[in-house]
């Protein structure tokens, strides 16, 4: 019979990709616990191994992610020298509680706190959950908590995500997490006009809040307009921060060999800002090798998460293997400013908000898990500066009318934030207003086909047809979200596993296709270009054809916008 300790560490093996700088372990055989962390050393590299526990040893950290304001924070209580950004935790708790605690933070964080004095617990998500918790349940009533589901697989029949914005503090018995971070403009229309130089500082705030780190750094550069906007803000901060001018920031893009518009606009903006910029190239056969590998590490089978995480996944490889562990990203833009091309299809600006929120809270279910498990699958720490609490409760405080795609841009999306960098040079005019251009098309078009018929084929047509009956919840629509699930099921047996899956869709009530390729939608560009042509085509048709082959043109004109409308190939 193995112990509790060869139990934990046996347990957390299964997530050590993301950390593998170290494991710590505390346990307690008497008291029946075990505390086990594995680091990514980033801050306090040499002095801030977990678990970490408070002086006379009663209370006792794990936890994973950065505290942003740590040093301020610190700085508040008098002979204190923190050892790491989370050892802040432990020092708050003693000396202001749990409550107090957590309404100072500020950060992307998970953790577990246990006061051996009182043998109470405090478990905590940040308020977006850019950092993934799980909790569990086995069959002896034992409480588990980890980072990723894998852990808990094989010992946790019971098992749910850690909802963000929410902690627990009491026993371990009578578990039940509670919400501590809440906003008006998650139940109300907000009023606030938007102020754009405000907007610009309160980025740009938040990008150097991200910067703190004693390792090598990077940025993820797709060449859309948020990995480029935070690109373009940090290399100016760290310029200035170090005294050097000179100084290149290292970034990154993927995309398909020969292909991928991201590429260009990435190496425009790489030039532009002068930055040590790397393009990762992969083959469509690369992608298709990692997918299985991919519904292991994402830990989801929704649609869009998978086809998105197999290039993230490769290009974290990538930086790893230069030396890079911190990465800053654009996620989270799309979520507060309306940026997907089906919010242009949104029927009032209420509906928008309400949309944006809904985006917003979803975020530990989507972009967030997706972006996070996908570099940490190689021990990369992902930053997100869109999603500082700070920044977020500011945007999502401007009125929807504001945040609208509105016409005088051309019907563009995230207007308001493209103006607020209209001026200093931070871009070139042609990627800052570049239209929404989701990560999975960038990459290459030939990648998002090439999965979903490559998915399709293995699925049996009998086996689909009875999809009700294979998985009742969540039942997948098409085959490639079949092939996903069937993988999945294999890999996180068990409805309460499934249950954790939330699919990302556009809004069908709106209109919209359900497919979550932003080339599926009406506002698309090139589906635009392509319906202009489709028009011209069919009027030089009617210049030169006879009335009867009108008549046929008319009738061939319209099955051709039905199909065009509702995205059959």
């Known amino acids: 019979m193995q112990s509790l300790r060869e139990l934990a560490f046996r347990r957390s093996r299964r997530q050590r990709h993301r950390g593998p700088d170290h494991t710590g372990l505390l346990v307690d055989e008497q ?46 209580i008098d002979g204190y020298e923190p050892r790491s950004d989370c050892d802040v935790l432990v020092a708050l708790y003693e000396r202001v509680g749990p409550d107090e605690l957590l309404q100072q933070v500020r950060g992307m ?6 006061d051996r004095k009182t043998c109470e617990l405090l478990v905590a998500r940040d308020p977006v959950g850019i950092i993934p918790l799980y909790v569990g349940w086995d069959d002896a009533g034992g409480l588990w908590f980890a980072s990723e589901m894998k852990s808990l697989v094989g010992y946790c029949t019971d098992v749910s995500v850690f909802p963000p914005g929410h902690s627990y503090f009491g026993p371990r018995e009578g578990f039940e997490a509670r919400p501590y971070f809440n906003a008006p403009w998650m139940t109300e229309i907000p009023t606030d006009t938007a102020d754009l130089t405000e907007l610009r500082h309160r980025l740009e705030a938040a ?24 690109a373009s803000i940090a290399t100016r901060l760290l310029r200035k921060k170090l005294a050097d001018p000179s100084y290149r920031l290292k970034t990154y893009s993927i995309g398909l060999a020969g292909e991928g518009s991201d590429l260009q606009y990435a190496r425009a903006v790489a030039d532009h800002i002068g930055s040590d910029h790397t393009e990762v190239h992969f083959s469509v056969a690369e992608g298709l090798d990692l997918v299985r590998e991919a519904i292991y590490h994402a830990e989801t089978y929704d649609v869009t998460t998978i086809r998105c995480i197999v290039p993230v996944m490769l290009l974290a490889r990538a930086i790893r293997a230069d030396g890079i562990k911190v990465v800053l990203s654009g996620e989270g833009a799309d979520e507060l400013f309306g940026g997907y ?22 975020l530990h279910l989507s972009d967030c898990l997706r972006a996070n ?48 960098f209209a001026e200093d040079d931070y871009l070139p005019p042609d990627v800052l207003w570049r239209q929404k251009e989701q990560f999975s098309d960038g990459v290459g078009y030939t990648w998002i086909d090439s999965i979903a018929q490559w998915a399709s084929d293995r699925v049996d047509e009998r086996d689909f047809e009875a999809s009700d009956e294979h998985f009742p919840f969540n039942t997948p629509s098409t085959k490639e979200a079949f092939y ?56 030089l048709v009617f210049l030169f054809f006879s009335t009867q082959q009108l008549v046929w043109c008319i009738k061939s004109m319209s099955v051709l916008l039905n199909v065009y409308n509702n995205d059959i190939p």
């Open 373 to 420: 498990k996908g570099c940490a699958a190689w021990g990369v720490e992902l930053r997100v500066p869109f999603l500082d609490t700070d920044f977020l409760q500011y945007v999502m405080a401007i009125r929807p009318e504001d945040r609208v795609p509105v016409s005088a841009d051309g019907a563009l999306e995230k207007s308001i934030l493209r103006r607020a």
């Open 484 to 539: 996903y699930r069937a993988v999945f099921e294999e890999l996180f047996p068990g409805q309460a596993y499934a249950e954790t899956v939330q699919r990302w869709v556009p809004r069908t009530d709106w209109g919209c296709p359900e497919d979550p390729s932003g080339r599926k939608q009406r506002a698309h560009r090139a589906k635009a270009c392509d319906l202009t042509l489709l028009v011209q085509i069919c009027f």
């Open 341 to 362: 091309l089906y919010f242009h299809q949104a029927p009032n600006s209420a509906e928008f908000h309400r949309e944006t929120v809904r985006r917003v809270s979803g």
């Open 207 to 230: 990008v150097e809040s991200h910067l703190q780190c004693d390792v090598p750094l990077g940025a993820l550069l797709s060449g859309g307009l948020d990995s480029s906007l935070i």
């Open 109 to 114: 964080f998970a953790f577990v706190l246990y």
């Open 31 to 76: 008291e029946g616990f075990a505390l086990v962390q594995e680091r990514l050393s980033v801050v306090g590299v040499k002095t801030g191994r977990q678990p970490l526990t408070s002086t006379d040893g009663t209370v006792l950290l794990v936890a994973n992610g950065e505290i942003y304001n740590y040093r301020h924070l610190a700085s508040l």
